[in-house]
Nanobody, 120 residues
Framework: QVQLVESGGGLVQAGGSLRLSCAAS????????VAWFRQAPGKEREFLTS???????DYADSVKGRFTISRDNAKNSAYLQLNSLKPEDTAVYFC??????????????WGQGTQVTVSS
């Protein structure tokens, strides 16, 4: 089992940047793929990006070029760099992990989320 804890959310003006962190514990983090999702009020959870255990990445079109996923296995952590933020990026951001594959669904482990609010 993997436990995930997100941090780094907050209030930022439009055009600004944030870096979200996801700290993992419980298993060998380097064996797991990681992903980031978000959920805005009244909307379904939305896939943003994922990274396989060996560094392959996938991005949703809505964030390609603005958001960047990374990981540091030595620190058992994953990150999401958010640039050029827009008010519509306001949401709770979640990290997720899975043992096999790195698709856009069927993620096994989830953090509790961190709030990102972008003001206009």
């Amino acid at each position: 089992q993997v436990q995930l804890v997100e941090s780094g959310g907050g209030l930022v003006q439009a055009g600004g940047s944030l870096r979200l962190s996801c700290a993992a514990s419980g298993r060998t983090f380097s064996d797991y793929a990681v992903a980031w999702f978000r959920q805005a009020p009244g909307k379904e959870r939305e896939f943003l990006t994922s990274m396989s255990w060996n560094g392959n990445t996938d991005y949703a079109d809505s964030v390609k070029g603005r958001f960047t996923i990374s990981r540091d296995n030595a620190k058992n952590s994953a990150y999401l760099q958010l640039n050029s933020l827009k008010p519509e990026d306001t949401a709770v951001y979640f990290c997720a992990a899975r043992r096999l594959g790195f698709g856009r669904s069927n993620w096994s482990y989830w953090g509790q989320g961190t709030q990102v609010t972008v003001s206009s």
